[in-house]
């Protein structure tokens, strides 16, 4: 670690995090160091969910706009909360990508104004490292990590072994998990987002009752596949007696086969690459982490394979500013800044 490192990661930082990639309008102050657990000193999410409603899904055009009208009410608003002024803050953090591009180009702009006017240092935060590392802000997991990444853009299993630095064992080749979730609430004639509301139809159905596939089981390596599965629900839908509770029910058994079974695979190339960890930590992060069915049986799987399971709470699993506040401050904690032209961008893998 070069010097001027070792000397910044001594003290706690205070940053400000902005999020914008997506359908939530967050600011939040986060204080603390690495490995965490950080302390939250504000954090405030606008959903723009009523805006989004009426057409099923998330529109970018209307994202955009949202996040122009809503974002320097919020970060005042993050900023008073944590009773502080932005003459207070050590650095100031937004995500830079992946997302939708309009989104991420409102927070990345306001944060770069910020920056300027306030001489702080910029952060560039990925918005997938910012749930990657979720779980050290709320407990202070240690490196390395085994990390399940699911969302409504990505699923993926990823080594962790220090901040910028990942193994990806496996991705999905088509949708992600909260995509499937949200076409198939969609195909029940469920609104958006349908995650949550998956989730509690599925409670009072029968989970056998529809044989669904489980694509990709068996097959080597880690990666997932969801589009099978969605087709499946769609032509059952389509046949006249299709109840709605017991389809829920039998979706959400089949994504926690897929998610336990890749995820189990993903286990043993972690010990393989990391043998050295009596107990290693396996974190799940992301929207789809919200799901209670899903958290007890991968829990359940972690502890049948000796790693301790880490997750963050439901509040900080889907899209929060918080996460990326954390995740700019362990950057910043290694001299990791950025300059004040850093680009937004759409498409931005962890792994190269
Ligand atoms: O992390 P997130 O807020 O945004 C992205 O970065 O994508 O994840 C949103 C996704 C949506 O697809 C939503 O349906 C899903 O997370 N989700 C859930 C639940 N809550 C949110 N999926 C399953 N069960 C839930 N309880
Ligand atoms: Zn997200």
């Not at 990590?145 to 962790?160: A, E, N, Y």
């Not at 990806?168 to 987002?193: H, Q, R, S, V």
């Not at 044989?211 to 990666?223: E, K, S």
């Not at 799987?301 to 880490?310: D, I, V, Y």
Request: with cysteine.
């Amino acid at each position: 670690m070069p010097s001027l490192a070792r000397v910044l990661v001594l003290r706690a930082w205070t940053v400000l995090g902005i999020e914008t990639s997506c359908d939530e309008t967050a600011a939040a102050v986060v204080r603390g160091r690495a490995p965490g657990p950080g302390e939250i000193l504000s954090d405030v999410v606008f959903s723009q969910l009523e805006e989004h409603r009426p057409f099923g899904g998330v529109v970018p055009e209307i994202a955009a706009r949202a996040h122009v009208e809503m974002l320097d009410g919020i970060i005042e608003r993050a900023l008073a909360e944590a009773g502080c002024r932005l003459g207070d803050v050590d650095a100031v953090a937004a995500t830079a990508g992946p997302g939708l591009i309009g989104g991420v180009m409102v927070g990345l702009v306001s944060a770069k104004a910020l920056a300027l006017a306030g001489a702080k240092p910029l952060v560039a935060v990925n918005h997938l490292e910012a749930h990657g590392l979720s779980a050290r802000l709320a407990q202070g997991v240690e490196f390395p990590f085994l990390l399940l990444l699911v969302s409504g853009g990505h699923c993926q299993l990823l080594g962790v072994e220090g901040v910028g630095r990942y193994r990806l064992y496996g991705t999905t080749i088509d949708d992600a998990a909260g995509e499937a979730f949200d076409k198939t609430a969609k195909l029940l004639g469920l609104p958006y987002p349908g995650g949550p509301r998956i989730e509690a139809l599925a409670r009072g159905g029968n989970g056998r009752r529809y044989d669904l596939p489980r694509p990709m089981r068996g097959r080597d390596g880690a990666d997932f596949s969801f589009s099978g599965l969605k087709t499946a629900v769609r032509q059952l839908v389509l046949s006249a007696d299709c109840n709605a509770a017991d389809m829920a029910a039998s979706f959400q058994a089949a994504v926690i086969d897929i998610l336990t079974e890749r995820t189990r695979a993903a286990l043993g190339m972690f010990r393989r690459d990391f043998p050295g960890a009596a107990a290693p930590n396996f974190v799940m992060a992301g929207g789809v982490a919200a799901n209670g069915a899903i958290r007890a049986a991968l829990a359940a799987l972690a502890q049948e394979n000796g790693f301790a399971f880490k997750m963050p709470p439901v509040k900080l699993c889907t899209d929060n500013a918080a996460m990326v506040a954390w995740a700019g401050l362990e950057r910043a904690q290694l001299g990791l800044f950025d300059p004040l032209d850093a680009p937004a961008r759409a498409r931005w893998p962890l792994t190269a």
